[in-house]
């Protein structure tokens, strides 16, 4: 269970990722920078930029925020 109250199966954790939102595009409603938020694991590609990785999302494939 996560602090916001998802419950999240054991075959789900390996099939999820979670991470904070560090930007967001105009059209987005919602979610915000400094969000935490759960998405699959697969459903990406990230990228690295100045040895960072980063994982650009369209808002459909959130899955949850948290805490």
């Known amino acids: 269970k996560t602090k916001s ?3 999240l ?7 999820t990722d ?3 939102v560090v930007a967001v595009g105009k059209d987005v409603k919602e ?3 400094g969000d935490k938020i759960v998405f ?5 590609s990230p990228i ?5 990785e980063f994982v650009i999302l369209e ?3 959130i ?3 948290i805490g």
Not at 9 to 15: G, H, L
Not at 40 to 44: R, S
Not at 48 to 52: L, S, T, V
């Open 5 to 7: 109250g998802f419950y």
């Open 9 to 15: 199966p054991e075959d789900a954790k390996d099939k």
């Open 18 to 20: 979670i991470a904070t």
């Open 31 to 33: 979610v915000k920078k």
């Open 40 to 44: 699959k694991k697969f459903n990406y």
């Open 48 to 52: 690295k930029i100045d040895g960072e």
């Open 59 to 61: 808002e459909e494939e």
């Open 63 to 65: 899955l949850a925020k």
